[in-house]
């Protein structure tokens, strides 16, 4: 079993629509986590970056995480074609810090 | 330029032969970092550097791949000996310390035929 699950989708929504992509992970010690959004070809961008459970907005973007469940979810809300890529969690222990454990990655469709 | 660079971009290869992949960090930045992604098994850690300390390369996956960094700047990833399972997308990332969020360049997309 991998220490970071994720549901590789594809997700296709029309465009406006609130995306909600989420990841379980099993090892209770990690402390950080992440969300990268990855385009065709290119290395993923970092969009969030938490520490805490609770939630933490960026614009169109709420990352949440419950560490008492072990899952994270970032919502996307008014969805775009342009947000339409991979979206993939990340996450570290604290005693391991620089050692991303990502998930396999979610495809988003969002649709005009 | 302001970003993670990787190079070359693309690079296609023979089974057998050593193969060299670049990355030059974001300026300032102290911790770099390797990972492969491949469609199997996703982004994997392979190796990381910070300053001068002895580099983590416990995600190395065998002893045909090494990597240095020379000047606590400019990296190299080295492939010896080339085998179809190193086809993949082997990525760079750089950070300002190794607690830090890790900023991505976009890969080289190495084909072993």
């Known amino acids: 079993q991998k220490e970071v699950e994720q549901d590789p989708g594809p997700l296709s929504v029309p465009e406006g629509a609130i995306v909600s992509l989420n990841c379980t992970y099993s090892n209770s010690a990690f402390q950080y986590f992440m969300w990268y959004r990855q385009y065709s070809r290119k290395g993923p961008e970092l969009l969030m970056y938490?520490?805490?459970?609770g939630n933490k907005e960026d614009g169109r973007f709420t990352a949440q995480v419950d560490k008492s469940s072990k899952y994270i979810s970032l919502f996307i809300r008014d969805s775009q074609p342009s947000d339409s890529a991979t979206y993939l969690c990340?996450?570290?222990?604290?005693?391991?810090?620089?050692?991303?454990?990502f998930g396999s990655g979610t495809r988003l469709l969002v649709r005009p | 330029g302001a970003g993670v660079s990787q190079s070359p971009s693309n690079k296609v290869t023979e089974k057998g032969k050593d193969v060299e992949l670049r990355c030059d960090p974001i300026?300032?930045?102290?911790?770099l970092y390797w990972y492969r992604q491949s469609l199997g098994q996703g982004l994997e850690f392979l190796i990381y550097f910070q300053g001068n300390s002895a580099p983590d390369k416990s995600g190395l996956p065998s002893d045909r791949f090494s990597a240095e960094r020379t000047g606590g700047s400019v990296s190299t990833l080295t492939i010896q000996r080339t085998q179809q399972e190193d086809s993949a997308v082997y990525l760079c990332?750089?950070?300002?310390?190794?607690?830090?969020?890790?900023?991505f360049g976009d890969g080289t997309r190495l084909s072993i035929l």
């Open positions: 938490t520490y805490s459970s």
């Open positions: 300026s300032g930045h102290t911790a």
């Open positions: 990340a996450m570290t222990s604290m005693d391991s810090s620089y050692k991303l454990i």
């Open positions: 990332a750089s950070s300002s310390n190794g607690d830090q969020p890790q900023h």
